[in-house]
């Protein structure tokens, strides 16, 4: 879809992604980020120093008055004293955590991770060790302690839909002695504005404490994710963040780019339940495709479980009922064509899940987008308006083969909706290793109407095909009359 | 020639561009054929003999042409003939090939094709431009929004006149190249009429699509216009070169399957289908909707379709994977 007639060339403009797109997008580049700076080449791995790469440079000024950079042989900065204290009491179970290519040194990527247990078990994020996971036969994963040590990692077990990842080193007497992260209890939950102290070692620089503030639960949220109020930067992924007793809160786990301080974390609670889980489990050794897939059919199932079970908003539109979600784990965003235009007028709803799962690469998936425009031709004429609104519906990309997933398979039908005729349009495609994952767009548009109609599309990420066929006719059915069929605008 | 009654045959000598050029009233038989000098025709091409050829009569009257002594031979009605060989002529008359030299040997016995009507007038053949004419303007007037300036006409009032006599223009140059006449008026003939079945089929077959919803159909246009458009080029060409016409449509019959064979492999490989649209997103009229409407379930059921030719490229992208570690681990 797109709204054309907004200026006078007659051909279709493309859709500027309205602003919630933008701000997802911008969020997802935010987790990558938290990849992709991490990948950024340090000249010295062991002894990571501030000039070590252009990237690194462009990144340090923008470092925030609340992360002080700490290498240890460097003299003591000034830090509050909560997060002089809680360095010093953590430093010992902070590490770096970096996958190398299993043929050479050099880093494929970097995050920060923090001790659990006496026997040397460990926690950083999924996203950090997702090489690893994916190929373990290419990488190998290694830790670097703030006071130098380094040792060989072993992977063993992994929660893809929360972005944790539990490791053990392969020789536990190696880190032995230096205690571990305490968790803090379920039971005391912590007041919103409390000080807290994200740890980690930013884009390779140094480890460093962040303090910001704790700031709840992110609304609207399907994952429960933490919202903390201070910057996170590429690199502390993986690493602690810690109340001022110095027990943990969440994981550092992303940042969003267009906002000030607003960084995210993984709560506790998945990290305690990975930790029992996988505790005594055996290292990974094989490519995780199918343990991967087996979590996000699990978070699948329940998200259209869920999604289904809500019922539709209401549109407010004067001739149809459209399909808009409840917001409880989805934000939505409207816009109009300004007034004046002469050309076809339209309104549009745009709503997307905040929670998508990092699975590899560039590869996003586990969400649900909703969208519609409702447009008014009656400035144009029938033939102009129909025009318009068949080019609107050719606007749509169903995704061609790429890496990871087929190129898209359509079927179509005219569908009615008590007597509301529909054109349909289904396409699915299917990812080629998440095997019976599958990428769900449903495109609609109104038949009846000669100068005014609604175009919906409903796409759903990574989803089994029972579910894809459950959403489907769950988003049909919220389209409907709301005026008799004889009222005519 | 003044006296008619005396010619015997008439031998016209071709130009390269297919015009008779030369021509040689026979009064008497025998005829030499050949380089040399004392030959009755003699032909100025390095790949014709002294003495190439000769044409008499026969006891019976018939004439027949005699190969001498060449190495290249004869060819008669495109047969070809070696040194020493004889042939007999048909009565009405025959294509003779000497060397490079096409020549063609009139007897009075040859059937005359009747009178060819002169193409219309010009303004005759602007008809068709009316209809041409309506249909771009009124797509252009459904892009443009109501009231819009009247400078946003141009493209369609002055650029498709200004295109189209472009186009045409091209093509009579490339007849006078050729043909040596600048045939303008020819090569609008020929543009309008394809012109007008290319638009026609884009205003109209996607609404009959939408209409019937039949997808199959609406897919089919773009082939069907790339299969107009070769034709299109071939009837300018064929203009051009009115004697090689079947090497000119086995030409452009090659260039356009080589063309949509690799146009269809990338396709093929970007999108796993024969077309680039995954669905067809022309919307019928409400007026125009025949078709009749289905139940949502129906729709939700005809997904089972999609199933297996997804799983089946899932396999093809795995076993081209293990072929490639394969190779790699090499």
């Given at each position: 879809m797109h709204q054309t007639g907004v200026a006078d060339p007659p051909r279709p403009p493309r859709r500027p992604p309205g602003p919630?797109?933008?701000?997802?997008?911008?969020?997802?580049?935010?987790?990558?980020?938290?990849?992709?700076?991490?990948?950024?080449?340090?000249?010295?791995?062991?002894?990571?120093?501030?000039?070590?790469?252009?990237?690194?440079?462009?990144?340090?000024?923008?470092?925030?008055?609340?992360?002080?950079?700490?290498?240890?042989?460097?003299?003591?900065?000034?830090?509050?004293?909560?997060?002089?204290?809680?360095?010093?009491?953590?430093?010992?179970?902070?590490?770096?955590?970096?996958?190398?290519?299993?043929?050479?040194?050099?880093?494929?990527?970097?995050?920060?991770?923090?001790?659990?247990?006496?026997?040397?078990?460990?926690?950083?994020?999924?996203?950090v060790i997702s090489q690893f996971a994916l190929q373990p036969g290419r990488h190998r994963l290694v830790y670097a302690t703030v006071d130098g040590v380094q040792g060989a990692l072993e992977l063993l077990a992994f929660d893809v839909v929360h972005d944790l990842a539990l490791l053990r080193t392969?020789?536990?007497?190696?880190?032995?002695?230096?205690?571990?992260?305490?968790?803090?209890?379920?039971?005391?939950?912590?007041?919103?504005?409390?000080?807290?102290?994200?740890?980690?070692?930013?884009?390779?620089?140094?480890?460093?404490?962040?303090?910001?503030?704790?700031?709840?639960?992110?609304?609207?949220?399907?994952?429960?994710?933490?919202?903390?109020?201070?910057?996170?930067?590429?690199?502390?992924?993986?690493?602690?963040?810690?109340?001022?007793?110095?027990?943990?809160?969440?994981?550092?786990?992303?940042?969003?780019?267009?906002?000030?301080?607003?960084?995210?974390?993984?709560?506790?609670?998945?990290?305690?339940?990975?930790?029992?889980?996988?505790?005594?489990?055996?290292?990974?050794?094989?490519?995780?495709?199918?343990?991967?897939?087996?979590?996000?059919?699990?978070?699948?199932?329940?998200?259209?479980?869920?999604?289904?079970?809500l019922p539709w908003r209401s549109a407010g539109h004067p001739r149809y009922a459209i399909p808009v979600p409840q917001e409880q784990f989805m934000r939505c965003w409207g816009r109009g064509s300004p007034q004046a235009v002469r050309g076809l007028q339209f309104e549009r709803s745009d709503c997307a899940m905040d929670s998508r799962i990092f699975v590899g690469g560039s590869l996003l998936t586990g969400f649900l987008t909703v969208r519609h425009e409702a447009y008014d031709g009656s400035k144009l004429g029938t033939l102009r308006f129909a025009e318009r609104y068949s080019s609107s519906f050719r606007n749509e990309s169903m995704g061609i083969d790429d890496r990871h997933r087929t190129a898209a398979r359509c079927v179509e039908r005219s569908i009615d909706r008590d007597g509301l005729p529909l054109k349909a349009v289904v396409?699915?495609?299917?990812?080629?290793?998440?095997?019976?994952?599958?990428?769900?767009?449903?495109?609609?548009?109104?038949?009846?109407?000669?100068?005014?109609?609604?175009?919906?599309?409903?796409?759903?990420?990574?989803?089994?095909?029972?579910?894809?066929?459950?959403?489907?006719?769950?988003?049909?059915?919220?389209?409907?009359?709301?005026?008799?069929?004889?009222v005519s605008r | 020639m003044d006296r008619p009654e005396q010619r015997l045959a008439l031998i016209e000598c071709f130009e390269r561009d297919g015009r008779a050029g030369r021509t040689i009233d026979v009064t008497a038989w025998p005829v030499a054929l050949g380089r040399a000098l004392h030959n009755h025709v003699v032909l100025d091409d390095a790949y014709v003999a002294p003495s190439h050829a000769r044409i008499e009569p026969d006891a019976q009257g018939r004439l027949v042409l005699t190969v001498l002594d060449t190495g290249n031979g004869v060819s008669v009605d495109g047969q070809h003939h070696a040194a020493g060989a004889s042939c007999k002529l048909p009565d009405a008359g025959a294509t003779l090939q000497l060397g490079q030299t096409r020549l063609r040997l009139r007897l009075p016995g040859e059937p005359l094709a009747p009178e060819k009507p002169l193409p219309p007038a010009a303004a005759a053949s602007l008809l068709l431009a009316l209809p041409l004419y309506a249909l771009v303007a009124a797509e252009h007037a459904l892009?443009?929004?109501?009231?819009?300036?009247?400078?946003?006409?141009?493209?369609?009032?002055?650029?498709?006149?200004?295109?189209?006599?472009?186009?045409?223009?091209?093509?009579?140059?490339?007849?006078?190249?050729?043909?040596?006449?600048?045939?303008?008026?020819?090569?609008?003939?020929?543009?309008?009429?394809?012109?007008?079945?290319?638009?026609?089929?884009?205003?109209?077959?996607?609404?009959?699509?939408?209409?019937?919803?039949?997808?199959?159909?609406?897919?089919?246009?773009?082939?069907?216009?790339v299969v107009l458009g070769a034709l299109w080029l071939r009837a300018h060409l064929a203009h051009v070169l009115p004697l090689h016409r079947r090497t000119i449509t086995v030409a452009v019959a090659a260039v356009t399957l080589a063309g949509s064979a690799i146009s269809l492999s990338f396709i093929q490989r970007s999108t796993d289908s024969w077309s680039r649209a995954p669905y067809m997103s022309t919307l019928p009229l409400p007026a125009t909707h025949l078709a009749g409407t289905v139940a949502p379930g129906v729709l939700v059921e005809a997904m089972s379709a999609l199933v297996e030719p997804l799983a089946r490229r899932v396999q093809k992208a795995r076993e081209e994977e293990e072929e490639d570690a394969a190779s790699s681990d090499e």
């Amino acid at each position: 879809m797109h709204q054309t007639g907004v200026a006078d060339p007659p051909r279709p403009p493309r859709r500027p992604p309205g602003p919630g797109a933008r701000r997802w997008l911008q969020a997802g580049l935010a987790l990558l980020l938290s990849v992709a700076g991490a990948v950024t080449p340090a000249a010295t791995p062991e002894r990571p120093a501030p000039s070590s790469g252009p990237a690194v440079e462009a990144e340090a000024p923008s470092l925030p008055a609340g992360t002080v950079g700490a290498a240890p042989a460097e003299a003591e900065p000034a830090l509050s004293g909560a997060g002089q204290r809680i360095y010093e009491r953590t430093r010992a179970r902070l590490l770096q955590v970096r996958t190398l290519l299993k043929t050479q040194d050099s880093q494929s990527s970097v995050g920060s991770g923090f001790l659990v247990d006496e026997a040397g078990l460990l926690v950083t994020n999924y996203h950090v060790i997702s090489q690893f996971a994916l190929q373990p036969g290419r990488h190998r994963l290694v830790y670097a302690t703030v006071d130098g040590v380094q040792g060989a990692l072993e992977l063993l077990a992994f929660d893809v839909v929360h972005d944790l990842a539990l490791l053990r080193t392969a020789d536990p007497a190696s880190l032995a002695g230096r205690g571990a992260v305490v968790l803090r209890p379920a039971n005391e939950p912590l007041p919103r504005g409390a000080r807290i102290f994200a740890l980690g070692n930013p884009l390779d620089v140094g480890f460093a404490v962040a303090e910001g503030s704790y700031n709840g639960p992110v609304e609207r949220s399907f994952l429960e994710t933490l919202f903390f109020g201070g910057s996170l930067s590429a690199g502390m992924s993986g690493g602690p963040a810690l109340d001022e007793q110095g027990r943990l809160i969440g994981v550092n786990v992303a940042a969003r780019r267009d906002g000030e301080q607003v960084s995210f974390l993984v709560p506790a609670a998945p990290v305690r339940t990975l930790l029992e889980r996988g505790r005594h489990a055996a290292p990974i050794t094989a490519p995780s495709w199918p343990e991967v897939t087996r979590q996000l059919l699990a978070h699948e199932a329940e998200l259209s479980e869920r999604f289904i079970a809500l019922p539709w908003r209401s549109a407010g539109h004067p001739r149809y009922a459209i399909p808009v979600p409840q917001e409880q784990f989805m934000r939505c965003w409207g816009r109009g064509s300004p007034q004046a235009v002469r050309g076809l007028q339209f309104e549009r709803s745009d709503c997307a899940m905040d929670s998508r799962i990092f699975v590899g690469g560039s590869l996003l998936t586990g969400f649900l987008t909703v969208r519609h425009e409702a447009y008014d031709g009656s400035k144009l004429g029938t033939l102009r308006f129909a025009e318009r609104y068949s080019s609107s519906f050719r606007n749509e990309s169903m995704g061609i083969d790429d890496r990871h997933r087929t190129a898209a398979r359509c079927v179509e039908r005219s569908i009615d909706r008590d007597g509301l005729p529909l054109k349909a349009v289904v396409c699915l495609r299917a990812y080629k290793k998440l095997e019976g994952l599958h990428d769900l767009s449903v495109l609609v548009a109104t038949l009846d109407g000669t100068q005014a109609g609604v175009q919906g599309r409903f796409d759903a990420r990574g989803v089994s095909f029972a579910s894809a066929q459950r959403l489907t006719a769950h988003y049909l059915d919220g389209f409907a009359w709301i005026a008799p069929n004889n009222v005519s605008r | 020639m003044d006296r008619p009654e005396q010619r015997l045959a008439l031998i016209e000598c071709f130009e390269r561009d297919g015009r008779a050029g030369r021509t040689i009233d026979v009064t008497a038989w025998p005829v030499a054929l050949g380089r040399a000098l004392h030959n009755h025709v003699v032909l100025d091409d390095a790949y014709v003999a002294p003495s190439h050829a000769r044409i008499e009569p026969d006891a019976q009257g018939r004439l027949v042409l005699t190969v001498l002594d060449t190495g290249n031979g004869v060819s008669v009605d495109g047969q070809h003939h070696a040194a020493g060989a004889s042939c007999k002529l048909p009565d009405a008359g025959a294509t003779l090939q000497l060397g490079q030299t096409r020549l063609r040997l009139r007897l009075p016995g040859e059937p005359l094709a009747p009178e060819k009507p002169l193409p219309p007038a010009a303004a005759a053949s602007l008809l068709l431009a009316l209809p041409l004419y309506a249909l771009v303007a009124a797509e252009h007037a459904l892009a443009l929004d109501p009231g819009a300036d009247a400078t946003a006409w141009l493209p369609a009032l002055v650029g498709l006149p200004v295109a189209v006599a472009g186009w045409c223009a091209l093509w009579a140059l490339m007849s006078k190249v050729f043909q040596h006449r600048f045939d303008f008026g020819g090569h609008l003939r020929i543009t309008l009429p394809w012109l007008l079945a290319i638009e026609a089929c884009d205003a109209l077959l996607p609404q009959l699509a939408a209409a019937l919803a039949w997808p199959g159909l609406w897919q089919l246009i773009a082939p069907l216009q790339v299969v107009l458009g070769a034709l299109w080029l071939r009837a300018h060409l064929a203009h051009v070169l009115p004697l090689h016409r079947r090497t000119i449509t086995v030409a452009v019959a090659a260039v356009t399957l080589a063309g949509s064979a690799i146009s269809l492999s990338f396709i093929q490989r970007s999108t796993d289908s024969w077309s680039r649209a995954p669905y067809m997103s022309t919307l019928p009229l409400p007026a125009t909707h025949l078709a009749g409407t289905v139940a949502p379930g129906v729709l939700v059921e005809a997904m089972s379709a999609l199933v297996e030719p997804l799983a089946r490229r899932v396999q093809k992208a795995r076993e081209e994977e293990e072929e490639d570690a394969a190779s790699s681990d090499e």
